[in-house]
């Protein structure tokens, strides 16, 4: 009798499990329908992106497609590359910088007025960026830094509101012994933050350093405001070029889309194992 009971309590786990791996596979596919016909029109033709109805694959497959919108509309995605990384590798690095300084003082260091500065911190995620733009472009307008990537950069040194967030959880989490074997040791403040949290964090860091690269690299509304000479352009203001007033170029647009999303893609396969674990981590402690 209990054979037969455990054999089917084993039976209906399997059946779960294979019905949530269905679900999931399902959910895989629908996100990677819009990618995969993103790239396969990316080798189309502009007037057969357009016929109805659409045909999955393009009957001529113009590899040239890349090699043109590269260069499209007199802009270059070489510059264009060039000043989105001028912006966001700094932005990125300071904001993980400044998030993991911060966070390990909201998690470990004691002050008064500690938690509700921390809440007060955490309502700047509350506040749109519409709110800001305009008294910040002309702040950055009387020093002297319009047409320049500076008023876009000086903000992201200094970080914003979830990196601090997640990694003052994850900080939580660290056992306090570690800490309290490390000041016996005679380590200070910002040794221990060296020498143990920082070492301890990588799957947090890797989870900040994700999604602030993923944000400063997709940003288009501050270099739509700030940038005025094609020179300076970024991928995302780029990008727009194709949109024209009477028609859009969809074929060079999903050509150009399509190399302008590897960086994305590559530096989340270098950190994909540390960015779960940091996702899973970061609400352990409150």
């Known amino acids: 009798m209990d054979n037969a009971v455990n054999t089917r309590s084993r039976n209906k786990k399997k059946a779960v499990l294979v019905i949530a791996y269905i679900i999931l596979v399902l959910f895989v596919l629908f996100d990677l329908i819009p990618l995969i016909w993103m ?4 080798f189309k033709s502009r007037t057969e992106i357009m016929t109805f ?16 919108a590269w260069n499209a509309y007199g802009l270059s995605f070489t510059r264009m590359f060039i000043n989105t990384f001028t ?7 300071f904001t993980v910088l400044s998030a993991t300084l911060a966070a390990y003082s909201f998690a470990r260091i004691k002050f008064w007025g500690r938690d509700f500065l921390f809440a007060l ?14 008294p910040r472009f002309i702040f950055f307008k009387n020093l002297g830094f319009q047409d ?14 979830l990196p601090v967030f997640l990694g003052r959880q994850f900080f939580m989490t660290i056992p ?21 949290f920082v070492p301890l964090s990588k799957p947090i860091i890797a989870t900040i350093t994700v999604f602030t690269f993923q944000s400063y690299y997709n940003d288009f509304l501050y270099p739509l405001v700030y940038i005025n000479s094609t020179s300076k ?15 859009t170029r969809f074929d060079l647009l999903m ?9 994305i893609l590559i530096i989340y396969m270098f950190a994909q194992r540390y960015f779960v674990e940091g996702i899973v981590t970061t609400g352990l402690k409150g």
């Not at 912006?87 to 690095?93: H, L």
């Not at 911190?121 to 305009?134: G, K």
């Open 39 to 42: 790239i396969l029109c990316s």
């Open 53 to 68: 109805p659409p045909a999955i694959f393009p009957s001529e497959w113009r590899f040239d497609n890349y090699v043109k």
């Open 87 to 93: 912006i966001v590798i700094p932005g990125t690095f």
């Open 121 to 134: 911190f955490l309502l700047s995620l509350m506040i749109p960026d519409s709110v800001v733009l305009i």
């Open 148 to 161: 320049s990537l500076w008023p876009i950069i000086i903000p992201m040194l200094f970080g914003y509101g």
């Open 176 to 196: 306090q012994d570690l800490e309290d074997s490390a000041t016996i040791d005679g380590c200070g403040r910002l040794r221990a933050w060296a020498n143990i």
């Open 233 to 247: 352009f970024t991928i995302q203001l780029g990008l727009s070029a194709f949109r024209g007033e009477h028609t």
């Open 255 to 263: 050509a150009a889309s399509v190399f302008c999303l590897i960086p």
